[in-house]
């Protein structure tokens, strides 16, 4: 069965940092490119970060870019989010992804982890 | 950046009726569209992935179609159980774009 365990949501100030993690289990990780996306408090899902299955290649949208960094440490099937220069509106539920076999569709998520930022 | 606009934001149906939902995307994606159930306190779930691909376990009620730029996602014969947000999500491009959600509720 795979499972997607997320951890590591807090209350940060604004222009704070926090690192997220996403112990995977029931599948290949390091077969699988993952991602993460976030869904804010009006239910919006926004796509955050992508990693390739061996970690050569990031991807991330211009909201975040330069901020975050995804990481992945497939010993440890386990994979990460480092954010810096946290803004109000990070303020979010992080969901890590496993992206399907063939194609990218996210088939299975993480119960998700909550990062508030205010001060 | 393509933009994917999702309608209606809301529906309310009684059991047994019809329900379609649409996304519109501002460019060709070929089929790469997936759509998502997502009920109160659970991650999204995937019922059709790229491809209008139902996964496997998924009940034969739910089906999607399109290809480009207008897609549609139907439940036929809606349950109590359908009540959840549905979103759908275009994987064609990055940055990868979700619409904004439909709730649906049960009459």
């Known amino acids: 069965e795979v499972q997607l365990v997320e951890s590591g949501g807090d209350l940060v100030k604004p222009g704070g940092s926090l690192k997220l993690s996403c112990a995977a289990s029931?599948?290949?990780?390091?077969?699988?490119?993952m991602s993460w996306v976030r869904q804010t408090p009006d239910k919006r899902l926004e796509w955050v970060a992508t990693i390739s299955s061996g970690g050569s290649y990031t991807y991330y949208p211009d909201s975040v870019k330069g901020r975050f960094t995804i990481s992945r440490d497939n010993a440890k099937n386990t994979l990460y989010l480092q954010m810096s220069s946290l803004k109000s509106e990070d303020t979010a539920m992080y969901y890590c992804a496993r992206h399907g076999a063939v194609r990218v569709s996210f088939d299975y998520w993480g119960q998700g982890t909550t990062l508030t930022v205010s001060s | 950046e393509t933009t994917v606009t999702q309608s209606p934001a809301s529906l309310s149906v009684a059991t047994g009726e019809k329900v379609t939902i649409r996304c519109i995307t501002s460019?060709?994606?070929?089929?790469?569209m997936n759509w998502y159930q997502q009920k109160p306190g659970e991650p999204p779930k995937l019922l059709i992935s790229e491809g209008n691909t139902l996964r496997p376990g998924v009940p034969s009620r739910f089906s999607s179609s399109g290809y480009g730029t207008d897609f549609v996602f139907t439940i036929e014969n809606t349950l109590s159980e359908d009540v959840a947000d549905y979103y759908c999500l275009q994987s064609d491009n990055m940055p990868y774009t979700f619409g904004g959600g439909t709730k649906l509720e049960i009459k």
């Open positions: 460019t060709d994606i070929d089929d790469d």
């Open positions: 029931g599948f290949t990780f390091s077969s699988y490119g």
